[in-house]
Structures are given as structure tokens and as C-alpha cells.
Nanobody, 119 residues
Framework: QVQLVESGGGLVQPGESLRLSCAAS????????MTWYRQAPGKERELVARISSAGGSTNYADSVKGRFTISRDNAKNTVYLQMNSLKPEDTAEYYC????????????WGQGTQVTVSS
């Protein structure tokens, strides 16, 4: 059974930081591209950050470039999202996604963790 479990969300004030974690089990973690998505109520799900299977390449949404950093530890089967200088518009449910691309795409989702940035 594949499981992705996010943690680290919470309530913070603007300008503060959070680190999200996503622990994976039941899959060969080092084969998967890992992506953080987020979705605010009434809005479309958006890609936040992505990291290649070996950790050598990353991609970020323009809105988080320079503030967020994605990383992974394949020995721990965990991907992280370091979020600095948080803004109210970062408020959303954050989801971890694992995907492999071959003849067909196979992907898995975590249950999500809430991030709220408010004064």
C-alpha cells in the first residue's frame, strides 16, 4: 500500500517560515518525481514546486521563487518544502504528489496539510 503523509503545516504570521515534510512508503521513492501542490478554497489546484527523482533539478511557481525551497532525502523517503517569507496568499491546503513517467503515468497523492498565513 502506497502512502504519502504530509506534516508541518500550521498557522503563522506573514513573514514567518514553515517546513513541510512528506514521508513516502510502499514505493521505490528514488524513482519518483516529487511535487508539492496547493489549493485554496474556491481556487484551482496549482503546482508549487517540483524536484526530479535524484534531486538534481527543481521547478517553482513564479509566485514562490526565491522564497520556497524543495528538497528530498531519498535515504529517508522524504521530500521537504521550506517556506520562508510567507504571505497571506500562500494560505492553502498543501498536497504531496509522487509520479513516475513511462508508458503510462502513475501517481499518488497525500492527504494534505493546511497552511494558514494570517495576522
Amino acid at each position: 500500500q502506497v502512502q504519502l503523509v504530509e506534516s508541518g503545516g500550521g498557522l503563522v504570521q506573514p513573514g514567518e517560515s514553515l517546513r513541510l515534510s512528506c514521508a513516502a512508503s510502499g514505493l521505490t521513492f528514488s524513482r519518483y518525481v516529487m511535487t508539492w501542490y496547493r489549493q485554496a478554497p474556491g481556487k484551482e489546484r496549482e503546482l508549487v514546486a517540483r524536484i526530479s527523482s535524484a534531486g538534481g533539478s527543481t521547478n517553482y511557481a513564479d509566485s514562490v521563487k526565491g522564497r520556497f525551497t524543495i528538497s528530498r532525502d531519498n535515504a529517508k523517503n522524504t521530500v521537504y518544502l521550506q517556506m520562508n517569507s510567507l504571505k497571506p496568499e500562500d494560505t492553502a491546503e498543501y498536497y504531496c504528489n509522487a509520479a513516475v513517467y513511462g508508458v503510462a503515468k502513475v501517481e499518488y497523492w497525500g492527504q494534505g496539510t493546511q497552511v494558514t498565513v494570517s495576522s
